[in-house]
């Protein structure tokens, strides 16, 4: 079993930055990619950001490209999210996850390990 619990949401003006973490514990967690993803109000849940094994490999979905940074720290077993020039577009309960690192972007509904998700809003 792996636990996710994320932190370091709250509310942040148009332009600004945030670091999310997500601290993972169990047994296997070194063993996965983790990734973000978020839901916006009245919309599903959308990748964001994963990170191999390692913290080498890394992959963005378009928006985050050039604005988000994933990193991961295996010693902490922690994985963060950096969050600059945030829009309201951005507005969304955040989602740490763990699971196999092509499973993260392309077959979501098996993702096997969720964290209980943390709320950013952008306001304008």
């Known amino acids: 079993q792996v636990q996710l619990i994320e932190s370091g949401g709250g509310l942040v003006q148009a332009g600004g930055s945030l670091r999310l973490s997500c601290a993972a514990s169990?047994?296997?967690?070194?063993?996965?990619?983790l990734g973000w993803f978020r839901q916006a109000p009245g919309k599903g849940r959308v990748f964001v950001a994963k990170?191999?094994?390692?913290?080498?490999?890394?992959a963005y979905e378009d928006s985050a490209k050039g604005r988000f940074t994933i990193s991961r720290d295996n010693a902490k077993n922690t994985v963060y999210l950096q969050m600059n020039n945030l829009n309201s577009e951005d507005t969304a309960i955040y989602y740490c996850?763990?699971?196999?690192?092509?499973?993260?972007?392309?077959?979501?509904?098996?993702?096997?390990?969720w964290g209980q998700g943390t709320q950013v809003t952008v306001s304008s």
């Open positions: 990170t191999g094994v390692r913290g080498v490999n890394k």
């Open positions: 996850a763990a699971g196999r690192w092509d499973i993260l972007t392309t077959r979501i509904h098996e993702i096997p390990y």
């Open positions: 169990g047994r296997t967690v070194s063993t996965y990619a």
